[in-house]
C-alpha cells in the first residue's frame, strides 16, 4: 500500500494513521512487535526518515514503545487500581469487565514467627496458611502473590483456598468476615530471575511491590500479603475525596 503523496496531510502523519488503524482492527496486537523500519519503507514506499518520524510520534503519544535492542511493539493498555481500596483482586478485575484467574503455586501451613504472630496478634508457633499464587487477567500474568492467614480464626482454610479464585469471597462464605480496611505500602523493585520466568518478561524488569495488612469489621488483622506487578501494565491511582488533600 502506497501513500498519497499529492495529499496535504505529510507522508509521516499518513502513515501513522494507517498504523493507528491497523492496531486498532487487530492487525498488530497488544505486545506485539511492528515490522523493522526498513519493511516499513518497502510497504509504504517512504524513506526511513519518515517511517522514523511516523514511529517516534506513536512512540510519545504512547501508543508504540521502544524496548532497546529489541525493535518497536504496541503498548499495551495499563489496568488501573485504586491504591486505597479494600476490594479483592477478582472482585475488581470482574468490575472492569475482565476475566480473572488464579494459579497456586503452593499452599502451606506453617507455624508463625514472632513477627507474623505480632502482626495477627497470636501466639509464636500458631499455625499460619502462607499461600503463593500468580493471578492472571484474561489470561495473562498481572500479579504475584504470598498471602499469610492466621489459622486461629479461618480454620482449615488451607482446604478451602482452590474453591474460589477470590479467597475474599471464601472467607465471607466460609467464615462469615468481612474484610473493611487495609494498610499498604508503595515501592518499586526488579524481577529476579523466578519473577521474570512468571511474568514472561527479562529479569531486572521494574515491578511494583506492594505490602498489605487488611482487618476485619472487628479491627482484626487477617490477612498479610506481598504483592508484585508489572509496573508496565498496572497504573495506581489515589481517591482521597472531601478533607483528604495533602
Known amino acids: 500500500m502506497k501513500l498519497n503523496n ?3 496531510k505529510p507522508l509521516y502523519f499518513q502513515l501513522k494513521q494507517i498504523i493507528k488503524e491497523d492496531i486498532l482492527r ?41 524496548q532497546q535492542g529489541k525493535g518497536t511493539f504496541v503498548k499495551e493498555a495499563k489496568v488501573k487500581r485504586e491504591l486505597i481500596s479494600v476490594g479483592g483482586f477478582s472482585e475488581l478485575t470482574m468490575a472492569s469487565g475482565k476475566t480473572p484467574s488464579s494459579q497456586i503455586l503452593s499452599n502451606t501451613v506453617i507455624p508463625a514467627d514472632e513477627e507474623q504472630a505480632a502482626a495477627f496478634q497470636i501466639d509464636a508457633g500458631d499455625p499460619v496458611l502462607k499461600l503463593h499464587r500468580s493471578l492472571f487477567i484474561d489470561n495473562e500474568p498481572f500479579i504475584i502473590e504470598t498471602s499469610l492467614y492466621p489459622l486461629k480464626h479461618l480454620p482449615d482454610l488451607e482446604k478451602h483456598i ?13 467464615y462469615n468476615i468481612e474484610l473493611t480496611r487495609s494498610e499498604k505500602t508503595l515501592e518499586v523493585v526488579s524481577a529476579s530471575e523466578y519473577e521474570a520466568g512468571l511474568f514472561r518478561c527479562d529479569r ?31 497504573t495506581f491511582t489515589i481517591n482521597t475525596g472531601k478533607g483528604g488533600l495533602f
Open 204 to 234: 531486572g524488569t521494574p515491578l511494583f511491590a506492594i505490602e498489605k495488612k487488611t482487618f476485619d469489621k472487628a479491627d482484626r488483622p487477617i490477612h498479610l500479603s506481598y504483592s508484585l506487578f508489572l509496573t508496565s501494565k498496572v
Open 6 to 8: 499529492t495529499s496535504q
Open 162 to 174: 482452590g474453591e474460589s479464585t477470590s479467597t475474599y469471597t471464601i472467607l465471607k462464605q466460609r
Open 26 to 66: 487487530g492487525a498488530y496486537k497488544a505486545g506485539e512487535q511492528l515490522p523493522p523500519e526498513s519493511e516499513l519503507c518497502e510497504t509504504y514506499g517512504v524513506s526511513r526518515i519518515t517511517a522514523r518520524r511516523a514511529i517516534t510520534d506513536l512512540v510519545e503519544e504512547g501508543i508504540l514503545h521502544r
